[in-house]
């Protein structure tokens, strides 16, 4: 696990001043690899190239240093991952007559490219960002993972390129900071994140899971390629008996495979079905009794730390437990929220950097249960596909605004915790006659048009889903398959693997997510939509592949879910710091916002009806704004 960073310039550079570009990137993400560092530099009167990396040792401790080179000396690679596959592939590159000088999976990567070419990639069973130079070829290859579990940011310029494993590397490179990026900004105040290829800036893209970037030294340009078909698979039929059996062989296998290290590996067990499954499958194959890590609240309502303690009983772990105050939150939030370098505001990154930051007092690796609910159908908006036909059927289109006008103002709620008045007012706020209510149901900052009255018209974006609509091939979204197949795209890349990647580097500690095998997706998605909900009933699939091995009716209690309460935090210790934020004089200097009314938003929560997403959006984008643009 590591980070990287990249530059292809046709300026003229010293190999000093090409050094420093390169060490700098480096330093900004040193917590992603405290334990070692490496540069590659070649200078040459028409174009140079620098790429570098920050380790964290996890295969290998003693020979996987970094950048690895070829035995010719014609190709490099600098990575950032793990491949989990890794010596199934040497097995398979030996037999072709390959030499390898170390033992690492960063040395496959490029002996594998160095003997099959970019159909390498298709092969490789991990989390990866990673940059190839070959000089045969005259190329540069950049190339992200299936699902985007490793993050890669990529620049072009007047005189090349510039890649990083984060963007805060990609902005130092720069003399002043780009402009903000209208529909990333749009994006973010609808969903909360930034999916890719977008970001907060202009010019500077995230590259899209499952492709690579192929650049061209001698043309100076570059194309971007898919490694990989992700066509949805056609259904098949399979008897439940049988889908049970497989879905526990590919889950066990996975959990198997992302247990391979040279250093200790504990989970992050909260408590829920996904975690507690990897958690016992991490138990079985493990010749050591397993360290588990849960944290809890001290507001009960949000705590989940005695279904932790049930599961770690049963496979008898060593198990770690933390309770998050709201003074812990004081102490970190600027640390947390301001590491992601654009606007983010899923509240969970909170918890999810306290439990890494006290996992990493332990362990260098911890599995989670990341990519559950996307692989097997666990999030309550799914049901949305039933209800929305139902009711739209049902209940006429003139009858539903009297309804949506007469109950809104019932279901409001002065406490900021999804219960039932928050998931029917989301309900009712996202049903949609034409078919469109998904792309309102994943929108958690401001619903549907609702950012229209808060961003003055310069800064509005109507349409901000256009590309997922085309990337997809899905605008009216209808099926679960359809709901799972966006989240892929954009929410699970966009938020849940940013938060787990940016909270857990931070503390230089790697999280693996077993549910995030390219096997095991596919498979999922090639069963009946009945066995990942069967009627109510989420992750049946799942939960009935691994029923027996639990305490009776473990599975049947609802999710709680990894949330905070940001919206009462609001409202007390970060109350003066949200204040500063709607400070008329900033405001007008911003010229994004509608003061008048973004300050009355601001004021009615404060006041006690709750507004805690679209509020809890517009503090993150605040903070982060004063920190990177105002100053």
Known sequence: MCGINGIITTSQHTKASLQSKIVLMNDKIVHRGPDDDGTFLEISNSVNIAMGMRRLAIIDLNSGKQPIYSSDQQHVIVFNGEIYNYRELRNELSALGAQFNTHSDTEVILMGYKFWGVEAFKKLDGMFAFSIYDRTKNKVFIARDFFGEKPLYYMPTADGLVWASELKSVVSTLNSKPPINKIGLN????????????????????????????????????????????????????????????????????????????????????????????????SQVSSNKINTFSIGFDNKAYDETEKSKLVAKQINSDHHEFILTEKDLENNINAILLNFDEPFADSSALPSYLVAHQTSKYLKVALTGDGGDEVFGGYNKYYMGTINKRYTKNVPEFLHKSIVGLALPLLTSKSDKRGMRFKLKKMLQSIDYKKGFYWDIISLGFPGTTLRNYLLPDFWENTPFTFYEEETGISNPETLTDYRYIDKVMSLEGDMLVKVDRTSMLT???????????????????????????????????????????????????????????????????KDDLLQYIDKVFLERQQIFDVKSITNLVHTHLNGKDHTFMVWSFYCFQKWYSKNIYN
Do not use: M
Not at 187 to 215: A, W
Not at 262 to 267: E, H, L, N, Q
Not at 517 to 525: A, D, T, V
């Open 187 to 282: 994006l973010f105040f609808r969903l909360t994140y930034i999916p890719s290829p977008y970001t907060i800036y202009e010019g500077i893209h995230k590259l899209v899971p499952n492709s690579f970037l192929e650049y061209d030294l001698a043309h100076q340009n570059y194309e971007l390629h898919q490694i990989q078909e992700d066509k949805r698979p056609e259904k098949t039929k399979v008897s439940l008996e049988e889908a049970k059996n497989k879905v526990k062989e590919l889950v066990e296998k996975s959990v198997e495979s992302r247990a391979v290290s040279d250093v200790p590996i504990g989970t992050f067990l909260s408590g829920g079905v996904d975690s507690s499954i990897v958690s016992l499958c991490l």
């Open 508 to 574: 230089s500690l790697e999280s693996r997510a077993p549910f995030l095998n390219k096997s095991l997706w596919q498979y999922s998605s090639t069963l009946p939509e009945e066995y990942l909900i069967n009627k109510w009933d989420k992750k049946y699939i799942l939960k009935e592949a691994f029923r027996e091995q639990f305490p009776e009716k473990f599975f049947d209690s609802p999710k709680v879910g990894f949330g905070v309460p940001i919206g009462d935090w609001l409202r007390s210790s970060l």
